[in-house]
């Protein structure tokens, strides 16, 4: 159960000695409770009170990492059941699996496309995480062998599968000192899996079916001394999943089931539903999921589903506001009027670079709301466009007084005219139809 | 936060489509709504429900998605051959017809749109869902001619909107249909919807709504958290916004990533697009979710039954 700073407080030394860089114990015992102090930090704690602490005032879900270095990722830190409550955190890793079946050709195609392919959008890289390995041989020779072969193509985060503890081990002789995550501990192996755990400092995915096994195997997991573990609940179906994941977050942020305080896993590899295993476990707590190496026409889909459910609802991606110059324009290019909504800046970019155009273009600041949005809402209105031409010094950079309008900003550009003395011209609302616009209209226009 | 949410409310229910014993032709009736949990959980309803899908035709194709017409060839241009395969090849649940003929600015035709009606609802034994006007000005004519070319039938008509929902409210009255309320993904403007027409005299249990949904990419995440919300305040006890949800993407098919796809991969690329905001929307406690893509129905049904199935083999009914 959480604590509260008071009761924390009455664990304390009370000496208010500052040495935990706090001025009292009491400022101290609330800093515990919301998370943002380590009970270690305080000297003249016993042992007893320092772990009862630690468990009462970690995150409900704990932090792990996978991998090392760059492509490596944390998962876990979640606080909220509903996205709109505040914002989801750490998006799912999505791991490739291979099988040690497979030849060393094959396992090294698909740990290329894991190393090499991203899909640019709105401003952001969207790519897998890494690579899991299944020992479906059952040998741990073969096992060792696959994961050396995509250890010789790249870093990325790794995940083994085997049953056999003698196969853990010969794959984490490969690539044990950079966190792989292990699955998994069952009822049968969980001692031997703890133990190379331990050994190498790599996380545990822990497997049993239901909450209330996973419980008990967690439990028993992190009673020996595993710190980093990841949950499997090991369903038959989608909908099972749902309610298996549910009930975890449920129970996890209410504190009430530390044991159950740990990022979940989802195999996704369902035959036929992939695509709907993958959507339901970002859209439904998933913190690690497998999937088959997924054709890239189906893959950006969910991939762009992760990203759209792990935007903070209160913040949409944007840019900052300003000039931004595309190709290379001279005095006398067009200048563009548009907002700065991420996506709304990408795409009219991406028309305008296909077609080799330079041109300005002035993002004002909507907080991150699109041209139809914004106009809807009256955040975007003369008076802002007249200071943003004011502040970004626009027309120095320009020589001329005419301004672009998107298309559906066409209601305001009387009153722009009339705000800022600029000449306006109503572009199209389509970005894909602006090209065409600026070579027909532009030439003839006073500034071109 | 509790091991078990405790909720006070529940989703009203609303029936759609009448049979014979009801007064109509189709050979079956629907009837949405009823949770009592978040979508597909324990709470939720004891048969395993999954909800609704529904194909979306329309009776003048010029500005309908091209990987659809594609697909379709030949019945984009005969509604009736087209819902009647909605129905028996690809197997839908419900057909919704959009009668794009009214975004032309050409003489409306209202007669020419009653008979159009007339042959889909001849042509499939599925209950229906009409999408009439999309011009203020036609709405009352539009309307009402559809209202009564299905007079009995219960269809469900679209759309109402906050500044446009009268003509479609009377037709609805007058001859016994549903409507759908839709506000652009806000929770309070869906209430404020809910409230106009409940004034005029709409019975909450004819009223579905529609949260609005932006495509994956292009606002998806913002109509995922409002019908979220929007079951949440229902389940909490707010009986203003208890009703069933529609959700449709209808930018799906056309969005950049599908149109600039290789024409190798651009069916797969629209059929995956189009899921990844259908079948959220499901997650999300939609009743009804529209596709435009044929193919999409089998793919969104399959795995809204896995959904819905808590153990291994145990097949979900949609609706009903
Ligand atoms: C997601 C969304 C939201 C999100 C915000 C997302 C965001 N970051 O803006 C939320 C939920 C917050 C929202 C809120 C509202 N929304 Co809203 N929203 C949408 C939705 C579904 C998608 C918007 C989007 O992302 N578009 C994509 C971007 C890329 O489009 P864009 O910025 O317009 O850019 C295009 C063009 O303008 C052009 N372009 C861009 N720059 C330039 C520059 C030049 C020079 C040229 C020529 C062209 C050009 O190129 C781009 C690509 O073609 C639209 C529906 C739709 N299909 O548009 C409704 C929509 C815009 N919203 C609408 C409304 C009414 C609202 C609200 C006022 C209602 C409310 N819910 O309270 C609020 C206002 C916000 C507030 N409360 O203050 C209405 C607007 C109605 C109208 N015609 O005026 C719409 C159309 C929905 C509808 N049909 O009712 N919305
Ligand atoms: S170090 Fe310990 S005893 Fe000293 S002030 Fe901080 S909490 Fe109190």
Redesign the pocket.
């Known amino acids: 159960m959480a604590l509260k700073a008071l009761d924390i407080y009455k664990l304390l030394p009370k000496k208010n000695c500052k040495e935990c860089g706090f001025p009292t114990c009491l400022t101290f015992a609330m800093k515990l409770a919301s998370g943002k102090a380590d009970a270690e930090t305080c000297p003249y704690l016993d042992e007893a009170t320092k772990q009862l602490l630690k468990g009462a005032t970690r995150p409900p879900i704990l932090r792990v990492k996978i991998g090392v270095g760059e492509r490596s990722f944390a998962v876990g830190e979640e606080i909220v059941l509903f996205r709109h409550d505040k914002s989801f955190v750490h998006p799912p890793g999505i791991l490739f699996l291979v099988s040690d079946r497979q030849t060393t050709d094959e396992i090294r195609r698909v740990a290329t496309r894991v190393k090499d392919e991203v899909f640019p959008r709105v401003g952001e890289l969207l790519r897998v995480n890494g690579i899991a390995i299944r020992n479906d041989s059952g040998s741990p020779e073969a096992f060792g062998k696959a994961v050396r072969v995509v250890e010789e193509t790249a870093e990325f985060p790794e995940m083994l599968i085997a049953g056999s503890p003698a196969s853990m081990e010969a794959a984490l002789a490969e690539c044990g000192n950079y966190r792989p995550l292990i699955h998994a501990a069952t009822a049968e192996n969980h001692g031997a899996m703890c133990s190379l755990a331990k050994r190498y400092g790599a996380p545990l995915a822990v497997r049993a079916r239901g909450a209330d096994a996973l419980r008990n195997l967690a439990g028993t997991c992190a009673a020996a001394g595993v710190q980093d573990l990841v949950l499997d609940p090991f369903p038959e179906t989608l909908g099972e999943f749902l309610i298996t994941s549910t009930l975890i977050r449920r129970l996890a942020l209410a504190r009430s089931a530390p044991e159950l305080g740990y990022p979940v896993y989802l195999d996704a590899t369902a035959p036929g539903l992939e695509e709907a295993a993958l959507s339901l476990g970002i859209l439904k707590y998933a913190a690690v999921m497998v999937t088959t190496p997924r054709n890239p026409a189906s893959l950006l889909p969910s991939l762009t589903l992760r990203q759209n459910i792990y935007t903070d609802p209160q913040k949409?991606i944007q840019m900052t506001p300003g000039i931004y110059r595309v190709g290379n324009p001279t005095r006398g290019d067009p200048l563009?009027?548009?907002?700065n909504?991420s996506?709304?800046y990408f795409?009219?970019l991406g028309y305008l670079e296909s077609s080799r155009i330079s041109c300005f273009l002035l993002l004002v600041d909507t907080e991150?709301?699109?041209?139809?949005?914004?106009?809807?809402?009256g955040?975007l209105n003369e008076n802002m466009i007249r200071d943003s031409l004011q502040r970004f010094g626009v027309e120095a950079e320009t020589g001329h007084r005419t301004l672009?309008?998107?298309?559906?900003a066409a209601p305001l550009s009387g009153r722009v005219e009339e705000a800022t003395g600029w000449k306006v011209l109503v572009?199209?609302?389509?970005?894909?139809e602006?090209p065409e616009?600026l070579e027909q209209s532009w030439k003839k226009a006073p500034g071109g | 936060m509790a091991e078990q949410e405790e909720w006070t409310g529940t989703i009203g229910r609303v029936l759609l489509g009448a049979t014979r014993g009801d007064g109509g032709t189709r050979s079956v009736q629907y009837c949405i709504g009823g949770s009592r949990d978040l979508p597909f959980l324990p709470g939720e309803a004891p048969c395993g429900k999954r909800p609704l899908i529904a194909l979306e035709i329309c009776d003048d194709p010029v500005l309908w998605p091209p990987v659809v017409r594609e697909q379709v060839g030949d019945l984009a241009g005969d509604t009736a051959a087209w819902a009647r395969e909605a129905e028996k090849t690809y197997g839908a649940d419900l057909v919704r017809l959009h009668l794009t003929s009214t975004h032309r600015r050409q003489t409306p035709d209202p007669d020419g749109m009653k008979k159009t009606v007339e042959s889909v609802l001849a042509a499939t034994t599925l209950p229906l869902i009409i999408e009439g006007s999309s011009d203020p000005a036609l709405d009352s004519e539009v309307f009402q001619r559809c209202g009564e070319a299905g007079a009995g039938e219960r269809l469900l008509l679209g759309t109402a909107?906050a500044d446009r929902y009268r003509s479609i409210a009377a037709a609805a009255l007058a001859y016994g249909h549903a409507v759908i309320a839709q506000?652009?993904?806000?929770i309070n403007?869906a209430k404020q919807l809910n409230i106009l027409l409940r004034e005029i005299g709409v019975p909450v249990d004819r009223i579905v709504i529609d949260p609005?949904t932006?495509a994956l990419g292009?606002?998806f995440e913002?109509?995922y958290s409002?019908m979220e919300r929007i079951r949440y305040a229902a389940l909490k006890g707010d009986t203003d916004l208890a009703m069933p949800v529609i959700s449709a993407a209808p930018?799906s098919l056309t969005v950049r990533e599908v149109r600039d796809a290789a024409p190798a991969d651009r069916q797969e690329r629209a059929l995956s697009w189009e899921f990844h905001a259908a079948f959220p929307a499901a997650v999300a406690g939609a009743d009804i979710v529209c596709v435009r893509h044929p193919l999409s129905v089998k793919r969104l049904r399959d795995a809204c039954s896995a959904l819905a199935a808590r153990q291994k083999g145990t097949p979900a009914q949609g609706g009903g």
């Open positions: 949409p563009l009027l548009t907002v909504f996506l709304t795409t009219l991150g709301f699109s041209v139809l949005t914004a106009v809807a809402s955040k672009v309008l998107p298309g559906y572009g199209p609302r389509d970005a894909a602006v616009f | 909107e506000s652009p993904i806000d403007l609005y932006g292009y606002g913002y109509s409002v930018d």
